[in-house]
């Protein structure tokens, strides 16, 4: 999230439109072995949970056994996509785009009777490419998706919904503030259409929309529309789904900027609570969870807390991410600012040097992996 005084701080949701959401409404032929037609059901319930490396593991062991056969089908297309959907929520981008492309080369090559699953897939695929910032690709990517869309999924609105969706993102990210409404009111429109009940799409829609409002400094709709999607999402899958986590850390951020400091203390402690319950208190979603609120207690002059978090975090961040990772840089400089702060000046000096070091190893790497025929 970054710092929460800087607007680079919002996440940007994207709605998990694939297969996943409800295979049978994109009418794919139904499996003529009852126990793939479970795994599948099972991974998708996984998933719907929140719970991604489990859903993962289900559809690993699908495709495993549908390599057995002959010719590919429906259900090695689904659970490929399915695969690929999981694995981008674990920020697995490299074996997703694999699993990715080697469904869509099913389907481009076999012209088979269950050909609305491209441009879903294709959907999907131009959500990986937004998501590592291939604005490029995801463009070129998303138009094919929406020209067959719209020809193939005329009867399926909540896969629409999701394109536009993703399409919406895509000009947020490349600064076309007015095109990504369009986009976003174009996906709820259509999602209303769907008119179902305990379904993630509608909350997460929202919740973009309201990273526009930010972006707008239109904060009082922000907050209106973030605490809709909570709500939602509260009602319809639990009060420690992971897909809260965004949300609040958004939230967070609204509170700040209206000043309310109290009130995004209790959002950001809300926060680390589920990450702790849903990831694990040694993890780095939760470390990063932990600086989030570290630097807010900070600001509020609760330096005791502060500390305890940032070591913590310091700490679980080195051994997950490793010494030199970018997200360490972050700690040890917000670090550093606290320590300034209780006249520990020869430590906060430490922790700077480290900073700029890996700042200055990091921005050098970038720099060069941007040089043409670079990789």
């Not at 793939?36 to 719907?48: P, Q, V």
């Not at 099913?106 to 990986?128: C, F, M, W």
């Not at 992971?242 to 995004?264: M, T």
Request: negative net charge; proline residues 3%.
């Amino acid at each position: 999230m970054g710092r929460i005084s800087g607007c680079a701080g919002l996440f940007l949701l994207l709605m998990f439109f694939s297969q996943i959401s409800d295979a049978s409404s994109i009418s794919v032929p139904a499996s003529e072995d009852p126990s793939i037609a479970s795994s599948l059901a099972s991974g998708r319930a996984e998933y719907d949970g929140g719970r991604y490396s489990q859903a993962a593991e289900i559809f690993r062991g699908v495709i495993s056994r549908l390599d057995n056969q002959n010719e590919p089908g429906p259900e090695l297309v689904e659970a490929l996509g399915n695969l690929a959907s999981a694995l981008i929520a674990e920020q697995h981008y490299d074996e997703s785009e694999m699993t990715l492309t080697r469904a869509i080369a099913i389907l481009r090559s076999e012209k088979p009777n269950y050909q609305k699953q491209l441009p879903v897939l294709l959907g999907t695929l131009g959500r990986l490419y937004q998501e590592t910032e291939r604005f490029q690709q995801a463009e070129t990517t998303m138009r094919e998706a929406l020209k067959l869309g719209d020809k193939l999924l005329k009867g399926s609105p909540e896969y629409l919904s999701g394109l536009h969706n993703v399409w919406g993102v895509l000009h947020l990210r490349m600064g076309d503030q007015k095109r990504a409404e369009s986009d976003f009111r174009k996906a709820l429109s259509l999602i209303e259409q769907d008119n179902r009940e305990n379904d993630l799409r509608r909350p997460q829609i929202m919740a973009n929309l309201a990273v526009l409002y930010s972006a707008q400094q239109k904060w009082g709709s922000a907050e209106k529309t973030l605490l809709r999607a909570i709500h939602d999402i509260e009602h319809w899958r639990g009060m420690e789904h992971p897909e809260l986590c965004a949300l609040l850390s958004n939230l967070s951020f609204v509170y700040f900027n209206l000043q309310d400091f109290a009130q995004a203390e209790v959002v950001l402690r809300r926060n680390l609570a589920i990450h702790r319950a849903v990831f694990g208190s040694e993890s780095a979603p939760t470390a990063a969870a932990s600086v989030h609120l570290a630097e807010l207690l900070a600001t509020r002059g609760t330096y005791g807390e502060a500390a305890q978090l940032f070591t913590d975090a310091l700490r679980v961040q080195e051994r997950e991410l490793g010494r030199r990772h970018s997200d360490v840089a972050t700690t040890l400089e917000l670090f550093a600012d606290l320590l300034r702060k209780t006249n520990e000046t020869a430590k906060s000096e430490e922790m700077e040097g480290r900073a700029a070091s890996i700042r200055l190893e990091t921005d050098f790497t970038i720099s060069i992996s941007r040089l043409p025929n670079v990789r």
